[in-house]
């Protein structure tokens, strides 16, 4: 069978949909379904259960789906260094981030990388942590960046950078002024909390129970932007990752207050599908995302002490660069 019948098939298996897959293949539905068609005339044996709604593989389709994806993505990839060879870095990855992983930041780091491979072309869409995951396994993206990053068995994650926390508040709290805050400090305050299911909530309250520090847990959020606008009318502080709150604070409707303590740090991984060859292009972005960690002015260090007040620095967004973002966004939301 040809290529790109394998590739129209594995493309209908992975958005569950002929018309999403006949348009990302630029031909029409009904071509998609008899490309599909074809193939299951060519094996003797039916690959989609049509009966259901959506539509569900059958046993034999399973196993097709599984090799044939594979061996799509090898040729893919083949392709894709065979143009690097000529013209450099020209191929798409797509990305799927948390939301707290800001907007600016990645602005920052796509810009960066299409300056240098202007031909490339990156697609990058904030979705709720598990859709992140789910996003990786079914091939919607090719990397994605999360918190807490886990390894599976499908799953492959590197270690991308850590985040150090801060005590945020209001401007007029009472610990707005100090230089640095001990754990000790925060016995009996009001505090806006995490959900309670969170990893990250789970990290605040196990270092605080081992300083045997006792809070008042006044509010729970699943999002860090909801905890940032119940600290601005002053309902309570929180410990949030430093670079969160960078624009609040370089605006002034927050502080951030450096801890005495390096034990609350968030940690963002970068996530793939294990067994995929990754193209050149998503290989490239990866060294870029881990080199912009490392450098002098890694995104994990935005926050650290400001010369005066205890205050946090915020980062400056360089100019626009060339080649193309393909940004795609939920109207709300800033999940951990």
Known sequence: MHLKSLKVFCDVVRQRSFSRAADENEISQSSASQLVQQIEEHLGVRLIDRSKRPFVLTPEGEVYYDGCRSLVERHLALEDKVRSLHEGVA??????????????????????????????????????????????????????????????????????????????????????????IDLSELEGEKVIGFDSDLTIRREIDRVLNQHRVEVEV??????????????????????LPAPTVAREVESGSLVGVPLATDELVRPLGIIHRRGKDLSSTTRRFIELLQKEAHSSAEPGRVGAAHATGGRLAAPTDPAGAAGELALATPASGNST
């Open 91 to 180: 191929g798409r990855v797509r990305v799927a981030s948390i939301y707290s992983v800001g907007l600016h930041h990645m602005s920052r780091y796509i810009q960066d990388f299409l300056s240098q491979h202007p031909k490339a072309n990156v697609r990058l869409e904030y979705l709720h942590p598990h859709r992140v995951y789910d996003s990786v396994e079914s091939d919607k993206a090719d990397l994605g960046l999360v918190s807490y990053p886990r390894a599976s068995r499908s799953i492959k994650a590197i270690l991308w950078r850590e985040e150090p926390m801060v005590l945020v508040c209001a401007p007029w709290h009472r610990l707005a002024a100090s230089r640095e």
């Open 218 to 239: 006044v509010m729970e959020f699943d999002n860090i932007e909801t905890i940032k606008r119940a600290i601005e009318i002053d309902a309570g502080v929180a410990l």
